[in-house]
């Protein structure tokens, strides 16, 4: 990651330039140039051995014009207010670009969830929930993030419900069934990441069997995706996480290499694979690279290297803003983030549908559902880049994005 880069900064820039291009309104943009609502409060904890703790937390709700914000909680030790801001004003994008009625927000603890025990995880959740004092689902709904799961969203719902005295499931989102949560919640980003992949093969003419894919992180979204490329009959010939990667020239098994992770805690020392870099991965010739792990990882410096023909980006914000540019000079395709990783927003979407009406639904409509709302917005981001006479599909989502923004905001008279 370059030491130059700044996620916010980032974030901001590509706002300004979707704004421009779009020609959205200066005076709403004058109000997206910063969220609306920032809430930064401190949860006091009683450690297991006695000692005393304070953790600094956050709520970022960007814009709700569109609808109650909505998002992930993120548990990370170098966490800062500044990356909840940026990710949050992405959620506002995501859901506007996929028509989805809300607004972007984000919630962050700063902590490591490694470091706590059980017990001392399950009084942050609490003592998040307790703190932030929420209003329910009209107003503003969390959900999981990197460090939360479906245990830390249940302790979160029954807090808020022993709080509020009422069960309302829709009040947190990312929990699980039995408390009112919806089935394929776990895959639908990663097989999200699967589908849009094949619309794009499509779209340029590329071969879906034997096309070599590097992937870089194997945690939910990337192990997912990387089963779904394999069973298309793709070959995953890369893979990495935090501390190293792999290669794999005929492609990697990747239930096998899924339990070398459960055994070893890494991919790394697969057996049968060559290590590979991550800064390696990145450049390595193939037709797809899937980003799956952390931001801003495709910078100025290394985007003239890359060697794919087609970039779907799991992560958020893998690809700076002057990054994006050089892709699009060398004519490398992008799905980018607000579109590639939109299937756990979509999921959460129906959630909250499901949640509201107390009526569940088959995992067959909800994969379908899902399919039809991430590929309608990969085509519709298209025709609108193409409208505005850009080559990014990047732009043509934020620009539908901003778009509806814009005209929900002036529907309701704030400027
Ligand atoms: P995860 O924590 O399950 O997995 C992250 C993976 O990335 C791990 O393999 C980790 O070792 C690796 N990693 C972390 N830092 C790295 C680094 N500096 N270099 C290389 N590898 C690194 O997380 P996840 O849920 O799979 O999410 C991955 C990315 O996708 C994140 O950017 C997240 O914001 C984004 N995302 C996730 C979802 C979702 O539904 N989980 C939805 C939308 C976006």
Redesign the pocket.
Known sequence: ?SHMYHFLDQSIRMLRAAGEVGKVDPDVMQLLAAPMRVTSFRIPLKMDDGSFRVFDAHRVRYNDALGPCRD?V?ISPDLDLDEVKS?ALIMSIKHAAGHIPAGGGKGGIEADPHQLSPREMEALCRGYMRNLRPKGPNYDVPG????TDLQSMSWMLDEYESVSGYHDPPAVNDKPPILGGTLG??E???RGVFEVFEEAAHEIGLEIPNARVAI????????VAAAQFQNAGCRVVAV????G?IYVKEGVDVAALLHH?QQTG??VEFPGSTPLG?AELLQLECEVLVP????G?ITEENAGRLRTRLLVE?????TTVEADKILVEKGIAVVP?VLA?????H?CQMERSQGLYDNYWEIDVINRLRWERLIGGVREARTTASRYGVASTRLGAWINALKRIEEAVKTRGWC
Request: aromatic share 4%; no cysteine; net charge neutral.
């Open positions: 990651m992930g993120r990710l999981a993030d990197i460090g919640g776990y639908a980003t990663g870089q992180g194997f945690g939910q979204v990337g192990s990495s996480d935090i501390r990667g992770k890494s991919v991550n799956a792990a952390v931001q990882v799991a992560a958020n914000a893998p983030d990783n939109a299937g756990s927003v999921l």
